[in-house]
Nanobody, 119 residues
Framework: QVQLVESGGGLVQPGGSLRLSCTASGISLESSNIGWFRQSPGKEREGVACILDESGNVYYKTPVKGRAIVSSDKARNTVYLQMNNLKVEDTAVYYC????????????WGPGTQVTVSS
């Protein structure tokens, strides 16, 4: 009964912020390497950030470095993605997934949440 569910997406103006949530069930956050990905229409899915180890070290892809922060709440089995200073090019469906070190291959994925950055 492994399940990942994203939430927190919405419409924001350029320069605004959003906090996305990924709530997991049936898995341990410590052993799952939860990561965030995104996909815009007509583009391939790309990585955003990946929790590398049990200490919570995170790898951020260059486009979001300095603007994204990943955190976890073990009690709620939830991983968060705080996005600040949002840009139009951040518009995408955002997904969380396990096995992010390997781009989520053979891992579990959530259905995604839409983030739209527009004035």
């Amino acid at each position: 009964q492994v399940q990942l569910v994203e939430s927190g997406g919405g419409l924001v103006q350029p320069g605004g912020s959003l906090r996305l949530s990924c709530t997991a069930s049936g898995i341990s956050l410590e052993s799952s390497n939860i990561g965030w990905f995104r996909q815009s229409p007509g583009k391939e899915r790309e990585g955003v950030a990946c929790i590398l180890d049990e200490s919570g070290n995170v790898y951020y892809k260059t486009p979001v470095k300095g603007r994204a922060i990943v955190s976890s709440d073990k009690a709620r089995n939830t991983v968060y993605l705080q996005m600040n200073n949002l840009k139009v090019e951040d518009t995408a469906v955002y997904y969380c997934a396990t096995n992010c070190k390997y781009m989520g291959r053979e891992g579990y994925w959530g259905p995604g949440t839409q983030v739209t950055v527009s004035s």
